[in-house]
């Protein structure tokens, strides 16, 4: 049992009920006539499953010493230097190992003592080698079953990239650990990413560290101020935890209980894992169970179609097939009519992406212009051939940075409203595959109820723009022209084409993001149209064939025709086991909603 985390019956409890939908699914698979692709996506869903624990908060509140004493281990770097905007994500494995991913799309092995030289400022000022993410694997108990823990950089530090990779992070929780300080008011950076992230209010957890600074009487006064203060950002009352990570971090690594126990830790455990098992697990299997019951529903129709055309005289038969082919057309009109509302909604979202592009081009190119006036006077007692190459890499790392910061939030946001569009146009799809079942439940006068279900997810793919870095005609001009002029005029000639360089240098970006969102979409499109449209073809053609094998065997022996009969009575009877273990399953799910 997980002593640390509290995790112990409960969390094998819904591993134990799993597998069983796994082996549930796994025979499903084995049965004719079943839809294969769900059945991967489904098994994909439950093999995949992880739990994100975003933990967020204010520089220097002592979020790496938390999940340092989380894991038990002084893994991650603890400090004063900030983190640069890079995230560090730790899963389990049986090996630890360290990997850093970089944004082109290469990762490298390292060790945790060289993690400072890729999420610090001091050892990747700016992010400017491009790391996208630090993964951590570690054989820690904690992290067994799916749990991640993501280290986010600080809000509200001086480094604004900060802050928006935290930000950005927030949608792919499952929880969220905010971490105060109990010798530090909460701040207003704190107040209002709070109102930013109301939504989440249910999701996060508020722990007030470094409570063993303060006398008992002070902690009472620190939690009354600190509930007041978010209590008014997000509109109700916060549940916050007094704890010192420092002293987690002391008891795991000396053995110390007693430490342990002092630092209230503990209990924080038991309450996030408590608050996982309702949320998290409670919905990934009602959400499988239920599109399993859903493709269990429509293969037994099909099975019971072939079925009654096993037994329905010639002449009835070919009326209803001819009746269903009629049908079928019907609803190949309706699905080439989806193909073209999604291509429509699809050129919106890319028109979307274009506008804001436009405004956030404008924006930037005026603002990168300004402030190469204000780095050339804060150096401007260089050398012209110093100046030039400190002025141009300023442009190139500040053109880089704004960059990598707004495709990421585009990225996620048009991810989002991409998953959406696919989401209203799989529920129609559904629909019209409910209506081809339907149709054909009445045309043989067979029970039908169809299983409402959401669709399973679609997103766009992840990608990666190479960015434009070869200034030919600048290192040209300032190794000629410049270098022969009087400074005084040749820096004013420097700072007028160092700008026209940033504004080149952001239209060039937002070009090549342009291409790259639209292609993105496009394939996207592309891709979700093919599988709706093999969704509703394999749902004719199974109804078709069970037609057609009933027909086909009509005409045939009427020994082979009753041994066909016994073989689909199988089919239905074993339908209807793995029905009746699947309800099973669902229904010893245990009542968390009492659960902290």
């Known amino acids: 049992m997980n002593k640390d985390t509290g995790i112990g019956s409960q969390q094998a409890f819904y591993n134990s009920h799993t597998k069983r939908l796994i082996v549930c699914l796994d025979a499903l698979a084995a049965i004719e006539g079943i839809d294969v692709d769900t059945y991967h996506m489904l098994t994909e ?11 967020v908060g204010q520089f220097n509140r002592g979020k790496t010493t938390l999940i340092n004493a989380l894991i038990g281990e002084a893994i991650l770097p603890m400090g004063v230097i900030p983190l640069t905007s890079v995230v560090t994500i730790l899963s389990f494995s049986d090996t630890p190992a360290t990997k850093v991913c970089f944004q082109a799309g290469h990762c490298v092995e390292t060790t945790p003592e060289c993690l400072g030289d890729y999420v610090t400022e001091k050892g990747n000022p700016g992010n400017v080698k491009g790391v996208q993410e630090v993964v951590v694997s570690y054989p820690s108990p904690w992290l067994r079953d799916g749990v991640r823990l993501v280290d986010t950089p600080g809000i509200g530090s001086v480094y604004q990239h900060n802050t928006d990779v935290a930000y950005r992070y927030l949608p792919e929780a499952d929880a969220v650990i905010l971490l105060l300080s109990a010798d530090q008011p909460v701040s207003q950076a704190e107040c209002d990413f709070l109102r930013d992230v109301r939504q989440y209010a249910d999701r996060i957890f508020f722990l007030l560290n470094k409570a063993d600074h303060l006398t008992d009487d002070e902690l009472q006064d620190a939690l009354c101020f600190a509930s007041t203060a978010i209590a008014e950002a997000i509109g109700q009352e916060p549940f916050i935890l007094p704890a010192s990570a420092r002293l987690a971090l002391d008891g795991k690594l000396a053995g110390s209980q007693d430490l342990l126990d002092r630092s209230r830790l503990p209990s924080f455990f038991t309450a996030l894992n408590s608050f996982l098992l309702k949320d998290k697990w409670e919905v990934l299997v009602n959400s499988v169970t239920r599109n399993m019951q859903r493709l269990i529903s429509q293969a037994r129709l099909s099975v019971e179609v072939e079925l009654k055309s096993l037994a329905a005289p010639l002449e009835e038969l070919d009326a209803k097939i001819r009746a269903f082919d009629v049908k079928k057309r019907e609803v190949e009109v309706a699905r080439d009519e989806y193909g073209v509302l999604l291509t429509a909604e699809a050129k919106k979202l890319q028109l979307q992406v274009e506008e804001e592009l436009a405004f956030f081009k404008k924006e930037l190119q005026q603002r990168i212009s300004a402030a190469v006036e ?48 696919c989401t209203r146009f799989s529920a129609r799809i559904n629909e019209t595959v409910d209506e081809l079942f339907r149709f054909s439940a009445a045309l043989f006068a067979i029970p039908y109820v169809s299983v409402r279900a959401e669709p399973l997810q679609n997103s766009l793919s992840d990608f990666y723009y190479k960015f434009w870095s070869e200034p030919g005609s600048m290192k040209l001009f300032t190794s000629s022209l410049l270098l022969a002029l009087p400074k005084f005029i040749g820096d004013s000639v420097l700072v007028k084409k160092m700008q026209e360089y940033a504004v080149d240098c952001v239209e060039v970006q937002s070009g090549r993001l342009r291409h790259d969102f639209a292609q993105r979409i496009e394939k996207g499109v592309r891709s979700f149209n093919r599988e709706m449209m093999s969704k509703l073809e394999v749902t004719a053609s199974g109804i078709e064939s069970a037609m057609a094998k009933g027909a086909e065997q009509r005409q045939g022996d009427e020994h082979e025709a009753e041994m066909r009969s016994s073989a689909i009575r199988a089919r239905l009877g074993k339908l209807g086991e793995i029905s009746n273990e699947i309800a099973l399953t669902s229904g010893e799910l245990p009542d968390l909603n009492g659960v902290a």
């Open 374 to 421: 204000t780095v050339y006077s804060e150096n401007s007692t260089m050398s012209s051939r110093a100046l030039s190459a400190h002025l141009e890499q300023y442009v190139a790392t500040a053109v880089r940075r704004e960059f990598d910061i707004w495709r990421t939030a585009e990225d996620e946001k048009m991810a989002g409203e991409f998953e959406r569009l």
């Open 45 to 55: 869903k439950l093999a995949s499953h992880t739990f994100n624990i975003l933990v």
